[in-house]
């Protein structure tokens, strides 16, 4: 089976357009901070400190905060601190939909339950 995303799922079955995938995307990237980023506003990491984490990622496929501790750059203490914020304000693909209002969430609620129904069922198939 050829898997598609929410959104995608949702544009094709006319509840939302694509603009609106791409509105709500964009929230999530502005709303949802990656660790480095969290950590530079501590003060923490350096852009370069950020850069030479990334390259080894690329390289190493580890994550960015097992990369920071070994590298000593972050404690396991800050590392835990910083995906604990990150956690706290997550925002998901269906809550960006609702906060641009194009969707309701007992709409968005309602779609993801038949959408990874239809998962399920293509994938015992």
Do not use: C, P
Request: net charge negative; no cysteine.
């Amino acid at each position: 089976m050829n898997k598609y995303r929410f959104g995608t799922y949702l544009v094709d079955k006319g509840l939302i357009t694509t603009d609106a995938v791409i509105s709500a995307r964009l929230l999530q990237r502005r709303n949802n901070r990656m660790i480095g980023e969290l950590a530079k506003d501590k003060g923490w990491l350096t852009d370069d400190n950020i850069l030479r984490i990334l390259v080894i990622q690329e390289e190493t496929r580890e994550r960015f905060g097992e990369i920071a501790i070994r590298e000593r750059y972050l404690t396991k203490e800050q590392v835990d601190e910083l995906l604990k914020e990150q956690s706290d304000s997550y925002m998901y693909f269906g809550d960006a939909l609702t906060k641009i209002e194009v969707i309701s969430y007992d709409e968005v609620m309602n779609q993801l339950q038949e959408y990874t129904d239809s998962l399920t069922k293509h994938q015992s198939e």
